[in-house]
């Protein structure tokens, strides 16, 4: 078993060479070493943050030298969601203010879409331009036909412009295309969902099954750390992959599933801990409802069933439920991330949830913690005005149990169909970069070209800013306020952001840009404040602190009104839900026509001579936000395609080829893919890093490095109960003539 140094190394993979100015910092560490000590003392001022490079958001210090300039960000260790560490994303976030590739100035489309044709414009003539169209709109259409869809922390201040319109049309890509399933799947069952970050009690477990859960590559600063913690405490780790990935090689258990069948996996599973009597019988007695129905569903799903299926030998699957039945309660069947995968994800993390709650781990030590947060206070204003209409009268009927917007309901929705007018007419794009976010990068373009408004707001010239009618610089988070932090933890805590320097070139801040639009529409009132820091201050003074006070600390933490971090002994629980108990059979799915228990369901195998298409994160990128940044850039400058030997001496590839790829509905990439021959992937699918091929040149370093695997996603097999897009059901062959047509931008 590896130990907690060892993971930590291999997760951060070279954080320290981020940081200018920073050679030999330790890995995921904010401490300075002896030979650093006399660098920190010519840092003149730290300013507190906290991180937009993921949604993690760990809080910071920003350190600038006596001129000014930005030298490195280091954790706060009064921070839960970092421990004083940051990681390799986190420490690279100078990059982003410096990158020269930045969006410096407010453009106006001057040709159609698609074509990167812009004059540049002042910022009052820019928002002169889209408040007269978004008028125009609001009067022929009314204001339910614009939408927002956005992504970090700026889409709060353009979710209260929506809200202050009349609009409930906003959405942020990262439910129904990432981890929408697993909370409906979750509130289904427990009656809230795992949050963001997750309620797993990491430090404290002692068997941790990661289904599909890439800690170590996804970066999820907290958990990579107690996942350390774990293991260097004795911890079995369980990961359930087709790949062996960071995680797999720190396991006691790697199951190489075969893909699409982890549903089957999980029923034998429950089979197993309920006819061995692994169950926690009082707890499942006390708290579970439906027990007997999903002993009866499960009857005849034992391992060898799953054998047929998942390939997974049945004494593995009998071992490790058994690793599993001896840790309950502090176990964790871990939530997950993105797992929007095969269409019935909401069935599967709901066969997730039910593992937990037959083990007693929701609530418990080393399972599930309760989470407490602080709520802010937010500013009197007039009430916002009622909608008539929504996303979700698109699909009437439909995807009732999500609880969030639907990016995709709302792009369809800009489409005209055969019976109906398009219902949205507007789009305001902030932080999101969709042909590169959304499956069926063709039909998110259809939409855009249907729409009579398109404004992007992001700090880099993205894909999709090429579709935009006007493109607005949004300055980074090291230059801004934003709203304070306040993701609940294991204690309520906030954390503020405060900008380091002054915006570079004529970017603005999301709030600003937001208060202008407001009163330009006459809806001023909504924005009391003429900056952020003054409705920051008067919050915090609310809250028995203040802006000054934030300033000086960062980061500021309260103790749990109650002493309740997990059940107490025979503790009397109201869950959430219909029944007010855990839903081991779900009346939500019922009412709404579904199966109220998990149901396995054979997907689409790969036609002859393609491969599975699978696609996940590396510790120094974001999506595709962070491909260009120059610090970053240099850990990873592009992305890579595994595939096992077998198939490559079928093929005849060699280690280092370039090829391209072709999916089954003849999508081809735009730039070849570096081929790694590995046997850390299973013959019959093939393995690449998300967020890289981007085709604007604008984009200096990373334009044409390796594959973008989104535009190969063209079959999405859409999740029934939510509306998630499904984005593992793509196939792909190779592709070793390199003769292409240059991609224009």
Known sequence: MATRRQFIRISAM?????????????????????????????????????????????????????????????????????????????????????????????LIRVEERGKQVFREAS??????????????????????????????????????????????????PSFAQCRGPRDVGFSATFGENPGSPENTDIRDTRCLVLIGSHIGENMHNGQVQEMSDAIDKGATIITVDPRFSTAAGKSKYWLPIKPATDIALLLAWIHEIIYNDYYDKKYVE?????????????????????YGITTINPVVIRETAREMADASPA?????????????????????????????????????????????????????????????????????NLADLGVANVIIDASIPAPEKDAMIKGWLVSGTNLPLTVPNTAHTIEAMQNLDLLVVVDTMPMEITGWADVVLPECTYLERYDSLRDSPHRKPALALRVPAVEPKYDSKPAYWIARELAQRLGKGEYFHFEKPEELLDWQLKQMGSSLDEMQKAGVKTWDREVDDLYFGEGEDIAFWTNTGKIELYSTALENEGFSPLPVYTPHPEPPEGFYRLIYGR??????????????????MDENTLWVNPRVAREWGLTAGQYIHLKNQD??????????????????????????????????????????NDTKLITSVMMDPVMGGTGMRGNFV??????ERKEVTS
């Open 14 to 106: 070279g954080a320290g060479a981020v940081m200018a100015g920073a050679a030999g910092f330790r890995l995921l560490g904010s401490e300075f070493t002896d030979g650093q000590k006399a660098t920190a003392a010519v840092l003149a001022t730290r300013t507190p943050t906290y991180c937009e490079v993921c949604f993690w958001k760990c809080a910071g210090w920003v350190w600038k030298d006596d001129e000014g300039n930005i030298k490195k960000i280091t954790g706060n260790k009064e921070d839960q969601h970092s421990n004083g560490r940051f990681c390799p994303r986190g420490t690279g976030g100078p990059g982003m203010y410096y990158d020269e590739d930045r969006l410096k100035v407010p």
């Open 666 to 707: 003849g999508i081809e990439t735009d730039f070849p893919i570096k081929v790694r021959i590995t046997e850390r992937i299973r013959w019959d699918s093939v393995y690449m890093v998300h967020g890289f091929g981007h085709a604007d040149k604008k984009l200096t370093r990373t334009y044409g490095r390796g594959a």
């Open 331 to 399: 176990v964790i069947v871990h939530p997950g991330r993105h797992v929007t995968w095969y269409g019935d994800d909401t069935q599967r993390t709901r066969a997730v949830a039910i593992l937990n709650a037959l083990l007693g781990s929701w609530g418990r030590r080393g399972g599930f913690y309760r989470q407490e947060g602080k709520t802010v206070p937010s500013y009197p204003h007039p009430e916002y005005p009622k909608p008539q209409k929504s996303w979700r009268e698109w699909y009437p009927g439909k995807y």
């Open 733 to 738: 062959t190779f592709i070793t003539d390199l």
């Open 123 to 172: 910022w009052e003539e820019a928002l002169d331009h889209i408040a007269g169209k978004m008028k125009e709109i609001i009067e022929k259409n009314g204001p339910e036909s614009l939408a927002l869809l956005n992504h970090g922390s700026g889409g709060k201040y353009f979710t209260d412009l929506m809200k202050s319109l009349g609009s409930e049309n906003y959405a942020q």
């Open 618 to 635: 590396a510790p120094m990128h974001t999506f595709s936000r962070t491909s260009n940044n120059p610090n970053l850039f240099d850990l």
């Open 286 to 306: 006390k708290y579970c409802y439906g027990f007997d129905e999903l002993k009866e569903h499960v009857r005849n799903f034992t391992p060898e069933w799953a």
